[in-house]
């Protein structure tokens, strides 16, 4: 199938971004009514063939969650995925259509690692891709959610050795990671809703780590255990008022390590706790939410994940969703069989996080299994490629789309936070 396409986005048609997540929804009924449409749970799996419709034909998913919910739904994205490296052309019009279609937050995937800003230690910071991911963005009255995130231990591209990061003075490593956290700071506020501040430094497992902090970390060794909490006093000075976020994973099902949610939980607030009594400024929690499919049903608790829900709310904190996808390993080759079933992991999973008032937001890594980052990282063994997302690689509904708009659309009514609401388009 040919990826040329018309270049409409869809993305204001019928309704505004802003008055819709605000809470103004008239007309919306009106911008949907002319679209077939029943809740994926009502139809037959012999029928879900026929009815896969290209995915700018059918209801946005931002639209259904901030309608219905006051949810801000969103995606990642990268720029190598819908433009040439080079010139900054549109290559990929049938991707670059489908996105701000159903994403109201757009998450920049690549763009905003050190192997795109600062490839090598002696370069200067190079700002190219980032402005054009801002830019298609704004383009589409998208906000932003400046991830993965600013301080990390992942993402430096083979320009970076280890003793390059390990092997330096705490003064190098401080003019590196906070210098760069500045400067991006600085270009992009007033620009980005949310910063993830600081991605995957707590623990898995057993492991205790620095009071839960991990320290095999080279910013733990060269700058010591403060470096999260300076990262965000530094982010708060840099940007006043956007939403600084501390992001990370594993709360779902035990790991194919062995690492238990329940230890993660705990290690978690520990750290939040500790952050939070040092007055560090820490305005919301990221859940990653990559999930995997084999036995979900009988290995996700309910109950513990609620509370630990009500655990961060309790602190308050906003909870963001922030990669949702799910791994498909254990899982059928048959593609409509499988779809099926992760399905039924979107909504056993949102059916669960969605209850919590304090999910705000909710992101996938990714809306087309095109771009998965699955079939690069951890390829099946049968050959067939990953199916995690909400539209297959012809950019395609599979029932994976129904069960996440149906979970978004009926999901209790929430507020929208006060830093979104200053970031929406006007």
């Known amino acids: 199938m040919s990826n040329e396409v018309s270049n409409e986005t869809g993305s204001t048609s019928g309704v505004n971004r802003r008055n819709l997540l605000l809470g103004g929804g008239a007309g919306v009924v009106g911008a949907l009514s002319g ?19 290209l995915g700018w034909h059918v209801p946005a998913l931002w639209k259904a969650a901030a309608r219905r919910s006051g949810i801000l739904y969103g995606s990642s994205i990268a720029t190598w995925q ?14 670059a259509k489908l996105h701000p279609h159903h994403a109201a937050l ?18 200067g910071l190079d700002f190219t891709h980032p402005d054009r991911i801002y830019a298609f963005a ?24 280890d003793d390059d990061l390990w092997n330096i003075s705490e003064k190098r490593a401080r003019h590196l990671l906070y210098g760069t956290l500045r400067a991006v700071m600085k270009r992009y506020k007033g620009r980005t809703a949310v910063w993830p501040v600081v991605n995957e430094a707590i623990v898995n497992g057993t492991d205790q780590g620095h009071r839960g902090l991990r320290k095999d970390v080279p910013w733990f060794n060269t700058i010591g255990p403060g470096y999260v909490a300076h990262a ?7 940007d006043p008022h956007g939403m600084l976020l501390l992001n990370d994973f594993g709360y779902e099902t035990v790991s194919v390590y062995g690492d238990r949610p329940i230890d993660k939980m705990r290690a978690t607030l520990k750290v ?37 829900l009500r655990e961060l709310g309790a602190r308050g904190l906003h909870v963001l969703i922030t990669e949702m996808d799910v791994l498909d390993d254990g899982l059928p080759k048959a593609p409509h069989r499988r779809d099926r079933m992760i399905a039924d992991v979107y909504r056993r999973y949102l059916d669960v ?10 992101m996938s890594f990714g809306l087309t299994d095109r771009y998965t980052w699955l079939d690069e990282d951890t390829p099946r063994s049968d050959g067939a490629h990953r199916r995690p997302l909400a539209f297959d690689r012809h950019l395609r509904t599979k029932p994976q789309y129904h069960a996440i708009y149906d979970r978004l659309a009926q999901a209790p009514k929430r507020p929208v936070p006060f830093h979104f609401e200053r970031h929406l388009p006007r």
């Open 35 to 53: 679209l077939a449409w029943e809740p994926a749970d009502a139809v037959p799996a012999a029928h879900e063939e026929a009815r896969t419709r």
């Open 82 to 95: 819908i433009e040439d490296d080079a010139t900054g052309k549109i290559t990929d019009h049938g991707y």
């Open 106 to 123: 757009l998450f920049p995937e690549d763009d905003l690692l050190w192997w795109r800003l600062r490839p090598t230690p002696t370069s």
């Open 138 to 161: 704004e383009k589409h009255r998208q906000l932003v959610y400046a991830g993965p995130g600013l301080v990390w231990d992942d993402g430096f591209g083979d320009g970076w050795t």
């Open 232 to 238: 965000f006093h530094e982010a708060r000075e840099a």
């Open 272 to 308: 939040i706790d500790d952050l939070q009594k040092d007055g560090v400024p820490l305005d919301a929690f990221g859940v990653q939410a990559h999930l995997a499919a084999q036995s979900f049903h009988r290995l996700f608790d309910a109950k513990q994940y609620r509370h630990f």
């Open 353 to 362: 996080a969605l209850e919590s008032h304090y999910v705000k937001a909710v």
